[in-house]
């Protein structure tokens, strides 16, 4: 079964610096799909960034990065210029692709246990 | 564009009762998603639904179910309710099951006394 840890529950940056959210994850597919989504106060799940594991690329979404490591099956997102409205709990989650169909991983997204990020102003 | 829906936003509840919540999916999405978020036990899957079919279920009793309607929004039952179930019930949409990203609505929190 695929698992996902993130083994910071929280992290605090101050304003305008940069923070990095730590996740590993296990899993023996090859080829799936890891996303960081973020959870404000008012429990709205957001997108923040996805990542293909067959890119090798990582992806970046203006201030939010990722530094995704295949073979160490880790994928930790960075956070420049931390914001004020960026104080949330971040989610890392894996979803295996649609190639791999079947089973009781099909479909759903598995999440880690979160991380609450506090942002000082 | 409108985003994922879900009602009521708040519901309150006592052992033993049924709940109903409700979720719209994104226009043109015609896959549904159901996740609850338990204090302790973070997100879990619940259902999938895509194209009136339920495709995959997690590890839940079968007083959980749900459909899906034919102009894809969903249904998530809750039957002989327990005090654990108390939770918040995020609904997720993504058009079509291959390579879509799920985009999630604002939840249900449900309070079983």
């Known amino acids: 079964a695929q698992t996902v840890t993130q083994s910071q529950p929280e992290m605090s940056v101050q304003e305008a610096e940069t923070v990095t959210l730590s996740c590993t994850y296990d899993t023996s597919e090859s080829d799936y799909y890891l996303f960081w989504y973020k959870q404000p106060p008012s429990r709205q799940m957001i997108l923040v960034i996805r990542q293909e594991a067959y890119k090798q690329q990582n992806a970046t979404e203006n201030r939010f990065s990722v530094n995704f490591q295949k073979a160490a099956k880790s994928f930790s997102l960075k956070i420049s210029d931390s914001q004020l409205g960026d104080a949330a709990m971040y989610f890392c989650?894996?979803?295996?692709?649609?190639?791999?169909?079947?089973?009781?991983?099909?479909?759903?997204?598995?999440f880690g246990q979160g991380t609450i990020l506090t942002v000082h102003p | 564009e409108a985003g994922v829906t879900q009602s009521p936003t708040h519901l309150i509840k006592t052992r033993g009762q049924q709940a109903t919540l409700r979720c719209s999916p994104i226009s043109g999405h015609t896959s549904v998603y159901w996740y609850q978020q338990a204090l302790g036990l973070g997100l879990q899957f619940l259902l999938w639904y895509d194209e009136g079919e339920e495709r995959n279920r997690g590890n839940f009793p079968p007083r959980f179910s749900g459909r899906q309607f034919p102009n894809y929004s969903s249904e998530l039952n809750v039957n002989a309710l327990e005090l654990e179930d108390s939770a918040l019930y995020l609904c997720a949409s993504s058009p079509g099951s291959v390579r879509e990203t799920q985009y999630f609505g604002p939840g249900t929190r449900l309070l079983v006394l």
């Open positions: 989650a894996y979803r295996i692709t649609p190639s791999n169909a079947g089973g009781t991983s099909y479909g759903k997204l598995t």
